[in-house]
């Protein structure tokens, strides 16, 4: 890059970098946190539901940056939410499960381009584990404008009391007619609802396959497992969108 061409570049920069503080953390299921981190010196996040953090972890004397989707509506522009999964042997997940309220740290953002860019059509969300969390922020943006679409989630993981903002989905589905989850477990044998992976679930439960948009997101066996089931089921590819988490 020449050097003419660098404030140009600057200019158009979306990003930028944000000093946080911690003012809530709490574990909504075994191993899963959402924390909040209010965004201080007057500044604000301006970011598109489904983007990402890239969260500035101190590590032996140095600097990781590790991303995490946010999990808040696009509403909130003084603060955004995490759903932080502790990795075993993982510094960035350990760290952030220990902080505080009180605590400080910086973080890049927003990034990606993991988005709602058709609001056109019926919309159809498909996870498992922490894949979720932008799903949190799609689906809440979407209420909150009071789209008249329908929104479909189909959640996966293997026991109960993993799954992810469940008491969220649940009550917001029974004040919005328009949104529909389906939870299945691949595990849990008490489980008296929907058992198996997620792209066993998608004909039985999404009608009119080929007009709704598909947005997955997981790990990338899921969502290849996914996408070859939608293209079978005939959803153009063009269709279909979806965000890795490994």
């Not at 696009?74 to 309220?101: I, M, Q, W």
């Not at 799903?135 to 008249?148: A, V």
């Amino acid at each position: 890059m020449t050097e003419a061409a660098t404030p140009n570049a600057e200019k158009k920069r979306s990003f930028d970098t944000y000093d946080l503080v911690v003012t809530e953390s709490v574990e909504i299921t075994p191993g899963n946190k959402n924390t909040r981190f209010d965004i201080q010196g007057g500044k604000k996040l301006l970011f598109k539901a489904g983007q990402f953090a890239q969260m500035f972890i101190p590590h032996e004397g140095k600097i990781r940056r590790t991303s995490y989707s946010i999990a808040s509506s696009p509403r909130h522009a003084d603060h955004f939410e995490l759903c932080v999964t502790l990795v075993k042997g993982g510094v960035s997940s350990a760290y952030l499960h220990n902080l505080k309220v009180g605590d400080k740290i910086q973080a890049m953002a927003p990034l990606g381009t993991f988005v709602l860019r058709d609001e056109t059509r019926d919309m159809v969300f498909i996870a498992t584990g922490s894949g979720v969390a932008p799903f949190r922020s799609m689906i809440n943006d979407q209420l909150e404008k009071g789209t008249k679409r329908n929104l479909f989630l189909i959640y996966g993981h293997r026991y109960e009391p993993d799954l992810v903002y469940r008491w969220e989905w649940e009550e917001k589905a029974k004040a919005n007619a328009n949104l529909k989850f389906l939870f299945t477990l691949s595990r849990d044998t008490a489980w008296t609802g929907e058992r198996g992976y997620v792209q066993e679930k998608i004909e039985g439960f999404v009608p009119d396959l080929k007009a709704k948009n598909y947005f997955i997101c997981g790990l990338n066996n899921m969502i290849t497992a996914v996408n070859d089931k939608l293209l079978a089921l005939g959803v153009p590819k063009e269709q279909i969108h979806f965000e890795r988490y490994d």
